[in-house]
């Protein structure tokens, strides 16, 4: 099946600092989305996002389909911002996602 | 809120006991997902349904069962409970259930199996 890999694993980030977070995947997909688990366990979704680029306040994506893979830029980071980031993925002719392991991300004050 | 409402939020049983978590989709969603979350595991897709009927199914093990209500609400059922089935489980759901819906995920069921 699809591979979904996520890089880096682990992010620290002083408050205020950028950064980008990288989803590669091993086959097409026709379904991308970007998820923040926040630190209570609540999955909150960001992006659904199976190509082109969006931008939502200081969140923006964009998916590459066509080389398998995707980045979500974070700028001017907040602590709130603390969590795990998962790519999920679907391809075509199934109904469910594939996760990514997520990166974790903790933004220090 | 996402409109997605899952309980109960926790749950602690003990082996071999059985366990049924309860997901109501947003308003006018027609599919829901379950999904187990575990620490070794990630996560892990489990079943859809799609309007009452079973669409999809994953890792889901013959201990557990689901179900879609004609009140689009749905339920998983574990049975025989084991340690390792200790995990948090989550609830999805989405417009229509194809290819290109997007999830919207409830808060979660926290079971913990002693």
């Known amino acids: 099946g699809i591979q979904v890999e996520q890089s880096p694993p682990d992010l620290i980030l002083q408050e205020g600092a950028n950064s980008t977070l990288r989803c590669n995947f091993s086959?097409?997909?026709?379904?991308l989305q970007w998820f923040h688990q926040n630190p209570w366990g609540q999955l909150i979704n960001l992006f659904y996002?199976?190509?082109g680029t969006k931008q939502n306040g200081r969140l923006s994506a964009t998916t590459v389909a066509t080389e398998r893979y995707s980045l979500l830029y974070i700028s001017s980071s907040q602590t709130t911002d603390s969590g795990v980031y998962f790519c999920?993925?679907?391809?075509?002719?199934?109904?469910?996602?594939?996760f990514g392991t997520g990166t974790r991300l903790k933004v220090l004050a | 809120d996402s409109g997605v409402t899952q309980t109960p939020k926790h749950l602690i049983t003990a082996t071999g006991q059985r366990v049924t978590l309860r997901c109501s989709p947003r308003?006018?969603?027609?599919?829901v997902y379950w999904y187990q979350q575990s620490l070794d595991q990630g996560l892990q897709f489990l079943i859809q349904?799609?309007?009452?009927?079973?669409?999809a199914k994953g890792n889901i093990l013959e201990r557990f069962s689901a179900q879609q209500f004609p009140d689009l609400h749905s339920e998983l059922n574990l049975s025989s409970l084991e340690l390792g089935d200790s995990a948090l489980y989550f609830c999805?759901?989405?417009?229509?259930?194809?290819?290109?819906?997007?999830?919207?995920f409830g808060s979660g069921t926290r079971l913990t199996v002693v």
């Open positions: 999805a759901s989405s417009r229509a259930g194809g290819p290109a819906d997007g999830y919207t």
């Open positions: 086959d097409s997909v026709n379904n």
């Open positions: 996002i199976p190509s």
């Open positions: 999920a993925v679907r391809t075509s002719g199934t109904y469910k996602y594939i």
């Open positions: 308003s006018g969603d027609l599919s």
């Open positions: 349904y799609y309007n009452g009927e079973e669409r």
